[in-house]
Each structure stands twice: as C-alpha cells, then as structure tokens.
C-alpha cells in the first residue's frame, strides 16, 4: 500500500506529538523531575521513634501537601526521617514545629510542619529539623485504656454501654448530618485559607484574655449559680409571678391611667420635698433617734397615776426671759383675730434679736444649717449668704413701745 508524502508527514507528527505527551504525563506522573533532585529539597527530621511513619507518607505544611517521605533510618536512640519538600514553598524554620499525626484510626501516618512565624529564615536543601512530637502507639494506647477500664467496676460500665447505646439509637441521621456539617465546614476553611489561618493565629490572645479573666468568669458563674439556684429553691413563687404578672400589670396599667391626671403634680411636690429633705436629712435622722427616748419619757409621765389621770407639775414662770417681740409685727398694727382674710407681711415671722440673746433660745434664728456646718440661721438664703443672720435688733421690755 502506498502512502502518500502528505500522509507520511501527518503519520510522523501524529507519532511526535504521541511520544511527547505519554512521555511528559508519565514523567509526571512518576514525579521523574523530583526524583532527579530538580524543584524539591532534602531535609532530615529527627524523631525519638517512627512514630508509624513510612517512606511515602504525606508531608503538609498548614495542611497543604508539600512533599512526602523518602525513607528512614536509625541513627542511635533516633530514627532520622528524609522527606523531599517543593523548593517553590517557603517554609519558616525558626521555632518550627514538625508533628506526626494519623489521618485515620486505622493509621495513614502525616508530618505536619507547623512555623511559629511568616518570616524567614525558610528551609533549605540538607537542613535538620527535631522534633519529639510523635502520636501515640496503639498498643500503648490500647494498654492504657485497658488499665482504665479495670478500675472502672462491671455492673457500671455495663449501664454505660447500656445508655450510650440507648442514647444514639436511630440517631444516625442526626450524627450524619453532624459529621457532613463539619465536613463542609473544613471545605469552607480550605477555600478561606487565609482567613482561617489568620483566626487561628489571633486566637491566641483572645484566649490569653479569657485565661486572665478567669477569676471574673468563675465569680459570674459563681452568682449565675446562686441565682438560678434560688429560683429553683422558689420555683412555686416564680410560677405564681409569671402566672399572676399579666393581670399585674394589668391592674399597675389601670392604675397609672387613673392617676396620670394628678401625678406630675404629686411628683413635682414630692420634688420639692426631696430638695428640703437632701438638705435636712441630718435634721431628720437625728428626730428619728430622739424620738423613741422622748416618747419613752412622755410614757413615764402618767406612771402609776390613776386611770385617765396624768402627773404633771406646773410652775408659774413670768417674763423669765421676757417674751420676744423683735421680728413679729407691732401690736399697733396687729389685725382682729376674728379677720381671715389672708394678707401679705414683710415681718420675718420669728425672733430676729442676737443669737446669744437669752430670750426665745431655741427658735428659728439659732437653726443649724445643713450645708454648712457650724453656722446657724432661720433659713436656707441666710445660711447660704456670706454675711449669714443679720438681727433685726435688741429685744426692748415689754411696754417700751420700741420694736
């Protein structure tokens, strides 16, 4: 059969391009550059055992794959591991952590190369890293747990299995569903990388700050407990509120409407009486204490008299001290006691002589000021005045017609 030029020619490119590509997938399959030492670096891991490592085995760095394991060896009381890493990725080896991990319970051993840091130094072709970070063994483990469970007595650990069982029974949708939520989740951190890298970084100060407030945590829980605790102690008292609070407010609603007409004034002169009791407060207290003593004294007055009598003693006292009349009106000008009619008055309305005069000791011009202790004067103006009570004058005899 004879070809012509223009098959041949298509014959031999269709050939070219076949050995090309099978070479180059192969080539790249067998990973043949790496094998050749071309794009990887040497570094050696020293391990105080294999820790089930074998050559082969996935080496990531922050979880990516960076390279695998080439083989091993002992090196007296150590096992040393080579692994072949992309030079193209740069890794930090200052205070770089090298972990064995098992991607599976039943082994698939893993280095992970975990850096301290993003800046270099960064790890290079016949560097060294040590480690003693290796998982534990299954027979240790299982020896382990085997000690665990003697201590634990038959009878209990039997209810154990007995409620963990009836505990996940015909739960295995939910656990399903659990195990594909988090499934999704670490596919999320795969494609957010970055972020997730940064989150777990910065974690680390957030928890420092936890750890620091640990003793304001343990006194919040600590209330949080007591709280719940009393209601729980007053649980029929709480029910009966939360059962009883709507017609509460009910009738508190009710209420309120009633009395919106005349509560602003009621507040207002409440307010009023606030600002004289801020200011006489001490005044009050001390009534507060006086009073028991004086009503006792009071009781003592009718002691032993006989029923609906009392014991009083009465001395006829005249002008000793004569009366005051300094700050009161003259008796000229006194009106009719039998006139009501309210008028206005510029007299003080006390006795406004001296304040060591003897006469009418005890009245407004000797009351101590709150505000400032020490001064006294009949009302808040004069105790808050500089020049403070001003007497009006002497306190002249009586029929002296001087005021």
């Known amino acids: 059969m004879l070809l012509s030029k223009f098959v041949r020619y298509q014959l031999i490119a269709f050939a070219v391009i076949t050995l090309v590509s099978v ?108 480690s003693n970070a290796v998982p534990t063994s299954t027979a240790q483990l299982v020896a382990t747990l085997d000690t665990a469970l003697q201590d634990v007595p038959r009878a209990d650990l039997q209810t154990l299995i007995d409620e963990s069982g009836e505990a996940f029974r015909n739960s295995g949708n939910d656990i399903q569903q659990i195990l594909d939520g988090l499934d999704d989740f670490l596919d999320e951190s795969q494609k957010n990388l970055e972020p997730t890298l940064q989150l777990i970084d910065n974690a680390g100060p957030l928890l420092d700050t936890q750890i620091e407030s640990a003793g304001a945590i343990r006194a919040w829980t600590g209330y949080l407990g007591s709280i719940t605790t009393s209601v729980a102690v007053n649980d029929d008292h709480v029910r009966g509120l939360l059962v009883n609070g709507a017609a509460a407010g009910a009738e508190g609603t009710d209420l309120f409407n009633r009395i919106a007409p005349t509560l602003p004034t009621t507040l207002t002169n409440l307010n009023s009486i606030a600002d004289v009791l801020r200011i006489y407060h001490m005044s009050l207290e001390q009534i507060l204490v006086v009073y028991p003593a004086m009503a006792a004294a009071i009781q003592s007055v009718v002691a032993g008299s006989e029923p609906g009598m009392g014991n009083l003693d009465f001395n006829l006292g005249v002008n000793a001290p004569p009366p005051c009349i300094t700050g009161y009106l003259p008796p000229d000008q006194r009106r009719s006691a039998a006139d009501a009619a309210p008028i206005e008055t510029q007299a003080p309305g006390y006795c406004a002589i001296a304040q060591d005069d003897p006469s009418v000791v005890r009245g407004a011009r000797n009351f101590p000021c709150m505000e400032n202790p020490g001064r006294r004067a009949p009302d808040v103006d004069a105790c808050r005045d500089q020049d403070g009570y001003v007497p009006l004058g002497t306190n002249p005899p009586i029929g002296s017609g001087v005021n």
């Open 23 to 130: 070479g180059w997938i192969v080539s790249q399959y067998l990973r043949v550059p790496s094998m050749l030492g071309v794009g990887r670096n040497t570094v050696e891991l020293i391990l105080p055992s294999g820790g089930g490592l074998y050559p082969k085995s996935n080496v990531t760095y922050r979880g990516i794959h960076v390279g695998v394991v080439d083989g091993m060896r002992i090196d007296g009381d150590a096992v040393v591991v080579t692994m072949y890493l992309e030079d193209d990725i740069d890794i930090p080896k200052t205070n770089l952590r090298a972990e064995v991990h098992s991607r599976s319970a039943i082994g698939e051993q893993y280095i992970e190369l975990l850096p301290q840091t993003d800046d270099g130094p960064y790890l290079d072709d016949g560097d060294t890293i040590v």
